[in-house]
């Protein structure tokens, strides 16, 4: 770690969260700096990107999205299905018809 880093992680080890607005373009890295997200997303983000692709591979993909808490441990996926993709569908549509 730099001189720069270990500044920041003293001088936020202490400060409230940051605001959704102000960490929306920090990286994964600089977010665990600021002590705004666990270390441990990653690497539960890693394992799930990792089966999708065996899966995806494999011909024996099922599922399109996971949500996961690392607080409770609990994990859902959605699968695929005419239903959910048709509704996921819809609502990034209706996100980007939709301004903020």
């Known amino acids: 770690m730099n001189r720069s ?5 003293e001088t936020t080890s202490f400060a409230p969260p940051l605001p959704e607005v102000l960490t929306k373009n920090l990286s994964c890295a600089e977010m665990v700096v600021l002590k705004v997200q666990s270390d441990r997303v990653n690497l539960r983000v ?10 995806m591979a494999a011909g024996s993909l099922k599922r399109f999205a996971t949500y ?4 409770s441990g609990t994990a859902r996926s959605i699968y695929i299905t005419q239903q ?15 301004p903020r």
Do not use: G
């Open 5 to 9: 880093s270990s500044a920041i992680a």
């Open 46 to 55: 890693a394992a799930e990107a990792a089966d999708y692709l065996y899966r």
């Open 68 to 71: 996961f808490d690392l607080e």
């Open 84 to 98: 959910s993709v048709y509704a996921a569908l819809k609502s990034i549509a209706n996100e980007t018809i939709t």
